[in-house]
């Protein structure tokens, strides 16, 4: 985690080397010029100016200084808690840490906990779920490794959680890490139900549900969405995104499951520079496998492919999205075969281990 500490005062620039020197994280010090009280900080003149240049540079910004300096100089930065840091607040003599901006996705509530054992501070959450000494939907998601779709329902099923309100954990017993799914729910107190019992809806009020499929539901909920599925993809030159996002789309919903699921996209080098392919990983925040003509070539040969001539004479190699999928997720099948958009090809494997990570 890469943190920026700082501070306004002497006393705060104290505390602040005090503070980085028991933290286990990449830290910066910032200090107000002439009030560095000798430590090793870079100095600034405007925290305002400071904030502006680097809000987002960081996951955590830790200030020592009031509360109310440190809203009015982050307000205007405020966009979203998937991507905002985590922002901090300790008062300059070290008895409190209050964790103000981005408590669950950013890590403030985690992170106050830390500098809380770390100085001998008080931390100060509020967060409704963390109050109630409750699980949240979003705190599971962090801790799994999962996206949440649709997220702007969190708040509602995070609601019911505070609001004691009947909240199941679903999770689906088809994906191959659902036994570490149920392992690691357990050691946060948190109880995963089967599939089976999804469709009981007298008994939960709203709903979490680990799945990589595509579900109808009645009662408010969240799915948390494993990365599952590898995408081969061929495309046209000069494709845009939004006709590489719809193919995509459209791909995944043929084999019932999420878009969100995917986790990882696999081509050839010679798109290595498609912009339109370089914007949807980068939008997506999914990793983008190159694969050679040989290895490429390799995997149509021992899964007997079908190639096409016209591919080849294009490319160098008879098929890109197929092989492309196979390699991506280190799988021998596919769960859809090479499909054709106007501009786009796809195929979809299912992952069977993040080898990329």
């Not at 980068?282 to 990793?287: F, K, S, T």
Request: hydrophobic share 45%; charged share 25%; aromatic share 6%.
């Amino acid at each position: 985690m890469k943190i920026a500490i700082l501070s306004v005062t002497t006393n705060g620039a104290i505390l602040a080397d005090r503070l980085a020197k028991n933290l286990d994280a990449q830290i910066d010090l910032y200090a107000k010029a002439g009030r560095d009280g000798g430590i090793p900080a870079q100095n600034y003149d405007s925290l305002s100016r400071l904030i502006d240049s680097i809000y987002h540079l960081y996951d955590g910004l830790v200030f020592i200084m009031a509360t109310g300096i440190v809203v009015r100089v982050i307000a205007p930065h405020i966009r979203d808690k998937r991507f905002d840091p985590a922002v901090v607040v300790l008062d300059e003599a070290g008895e409190y840490a209050i964790s103000l901006l981005a408590g669950h996705i950013g890590g403030a509530n985690q992170l106050t906990k830390v500098i809380g054992r770390a100085i001998g501070a008080r931390p100060v959450i509020t967060t409704a779920t963390d109050v109630v000494n409750k699980p949240a939907a979003d705190i599971l998601a962090i801790k799994l490794g999962l996206e949440i779709e649709p997220f702007e329902e969190l708040k509602t099923v995070n609601a019911a959680i505070a609001n004691n309100e009947r909240v199941s954990f679903f999770v689906d017993e088809t994906l191959a890490t659902h036994e570490r799914y149920v392992q690691m729910a357990t050691d946060m107190g948190v109880v995963l139900l089967g599939m089976d019992r999804l469709a009981q809806v007298d008994k939960y009020d709203a709903a979490a549900v680990i799945t990589d499929k595509e579900l109808y539901m009645v009662k408010p909920h969240v799915f948390l969405r494993p990365g599952t599925l590898a995408i081969g993809l061929g495309c046209r030159k000069g494709a845009t995104s939004a006709e590489i996002y719809s193919a995509l789309d459209d791909a995944c919903r043929k084999i019932g499951r999420s878009k969100r699921s995917i986790a990882v996209i696999g081509t050839t080098v010679a798109k290595e520079e498609e912009i339109g392919l370089l914007a949807v990983v980068q939008q997506m925040a999914i990793p983008l496998e190159l694969f050679s003509n040989e290895d490429l070539q390799a995997c149509i040969d021992e899964y007997k492919l079908k190639t096409s001539d016209f591919v080849k004479e294009q490319i160098g190699v008879g098929s890109i999205c197929e092989p492309a999928a196979l390699l991506g997720g280190r799988a021998e099948e596919l769960l859809l075969g090479k499909t054709i958009y106007e501009k786009v090809t796809i195929a979809i494997a299912e992952v069977k281990y993040r080898w990329w990570e």
